[in-house]
């Protein structure tokens, strides 16, 4: 009898992703989607690990990449989400690890600017938008945080305190 490969947490494709996290004037928290160029689906920004740098420098670096965005990533993932990702012939499960990006600027030009579409969004909102489930929990467990304790999810998440939700890219 034949042993049947299952897929297990040690054979996914590992990830990175930045979540870039900024709270209004009002203390409304917003997280910039992107589209996907591809299928243009709303995501955040992710791509692979980079050598030579560490998980959340590679997270930071496709978010300056992705969407001109400069700023500070947490040292230690917020979470994590699973996703299928499209190929020629098949899909690959891949774990993503998500690292909050506190922000201090947007650059004019960035290296896919005019690829994708961009905007910022609510929590709620970023969260009936992107298709991944563990995603979307994140997304909303951020939001919980913030309505239950909101000074300290500031403190915790390292939310960057600036304004400008409308910016798009």
């Not at 040690?10 to 996907?36: E, F, H, I, K, N």
């Not at 590679?58 to 499209?86: D, H, M, N, Q």
């Not at 290296?111 to 929990?137: C, N, Y």
């Amino acid at each position: 009898m034949k042993a049947v490969k299952s897929i297990s947490n040690a054979t996914d494709l590992a990830q990175v992703a930045a979540l870039p996290l900024l709270v209004d004037a009002d203390g409304t928290p917003r997280v910039m989607l992107l589209t996907s160029r591809e299928t243009k689906r709303w995501i955040i920004p992710k791509g692979w690990p980079m050598k030579g740098r560490k998980p959340s420098e590679a997270a930071a670096r496709e978010a300056l990449e992705e969407a001109g965005l400069v700023g500070r990533p947490s040292k230690k993932p917020i979470g994590s989400y699973t996703y299928f990702k499209r190929r020629e012939a098949h899909f690959d499960l891949c774990r993503v690890d998500v690292y909050l990006l506190t922000l201090s600027k947007q650059l004019k030009n960035w290296r896919e600017k005019g690829q994708r579409e961009a905007h910022w969004f609510t929590l709620a909102e970023a969260a009936t938008l992107v298709d991944e489930p563990g995603l979307i929990a994140l997304l909303l467990d951020l939001a919980r945080t913030k309505l239950e304790a909101p000074s300290r999810a500031k403190t915790r998440h390292g939310a960057a305190l600036t304004s400008g939700h409308s910016a798009q890219v």
